[in-house]
């Protein structure tokens, strides 16, 4: 998602997205409804591209069941292939759903696949195809926990303070599909088929994709102490290594809540991250967090 910016106190910043996309979405279900699966400023933001490290090769687990009688075993076979890849290799991911989209355009799992595209663009910062997709899966199903996490941070993240009407919209939308998801995934079940620690780490790794988004939107809403908790949440639950852009954003979000001592914690844990798109950024505004503090 290139040449989005972020306005922060005396600050534009052009950045790149690579968010968190660890999908398991065969395993863990797509909707609410599916009891086995995942189913010192003016103070505004806009909205940052996340810069995110590579998740870790996992596998999405299999259909637990073989195709019942009638289904196509072409399809199911080329489905398994979408649905199984490892999401560390996005773009490979993205030419085999667009494969099987094109393939099988009735297909009873195209809600599924458009969600693992939605998310392999999102990694491969195409903004164009990640919200063609993200749109698509929640067409399809209002209440698909994947398209719900995607278009959560990715709409947050294309808001612009200067823009209010459309500003105001899609902080409406943010704030009702984050909201949505974060009640999906908190009373999440485990599938039997889903080892433990694969389901905590899609959860909390699509937990955090809402509380950014979110916090953003609360952040542009002049709701400050609001955007602290969100982005406080976003980077617990990403766990040893935060985001950095997530960390910088809790950092100017503290920090206009004059909340310095934290925003100055924040914003050398995203320095000692040593992101080379984020490293400068945040030491800049850990300098104003200073000078701020002082005064």
């Known amino acids: 998602m290139k040449n ?17 996309a660890i999908s398991m979405a065969q395993s863990m279900g797509q909707s609410t409804g599916q009891s086995s699966g995942m189913g010192q400023s003016s103070g505004q933001m806009s909205a940052p591209p996340n810069k995110q490290q590579t998740p870790p090769d996992t596998k999405q687990a299999a259909p637990a069941t073989p195709p019942a009688s009638g289904l196509d075993p072409k399809e199911e076979e080329a489905f398994k292939k979408v649905s199984t890849m490892q999401m560390s290799k996005p773009d490979e991911v993205a030419k085999a759903g667009e494969s099987f989209a094109k393939a099988y355009p ?6 599924t696949v458009y969600s693992i595209l939605a998310t392999a663009y999102m990694q491969m910062n195409d903004q164009k195809n990640l919200m063609k997709y993200g749109n698509e899966t929640l067409r399809m199903n209002p209440n698909n926990i994947d398209g719900l996490a995607v278009m959560t941070v990715s709409t947050a993240r294309t808001i612009d303070p200067a823009q209010r009407m459309d500003a105001t919209n899609k902080e409406k939308q943010v704030d009702d599909w984050g909201a949505r998801c974060v009640k999906a995934l908190q009373e999440l079940i485990k599938p039997d088929n889903v080892t433990d620690a694969d389901f905590a780490r899609s959860r909390d790794g699509k937990l955090a994709m809402c509380y950014s988004g979110l916090g953003l939107s609360a952040y542009n809403e002049g709701k400050v102490a609001d955007a602290v908790k969100d982005f406080s949440m976003a980077t617990k639950l990403e766990g040893a290594q935060p985001d950095p852009v997530d960390l910088f954003l809790l950092g100017v979000a503290l920090s206009t809540n004059k909340q310095y001592p934290e925003a100055i914690t924040a914003l050398q844990a995203c320095i000692k991250d040593g992101d080379p ?8 505004e850990l300098d104003n967090t200073k000078k701020a503090a002082k005064q």
């Open 277 to 284: 798109g984020m490293t400068s950024r945040c030491q800049q």
């Open 4 to 20: 989005m910016t972020l306005k922060v106190p005396g600050l534009a910043i052009a950045m790149l997205l690579a968010l968190p």
């Open 106 to 111: 009735k297909s009873n799992h195209l809600e």
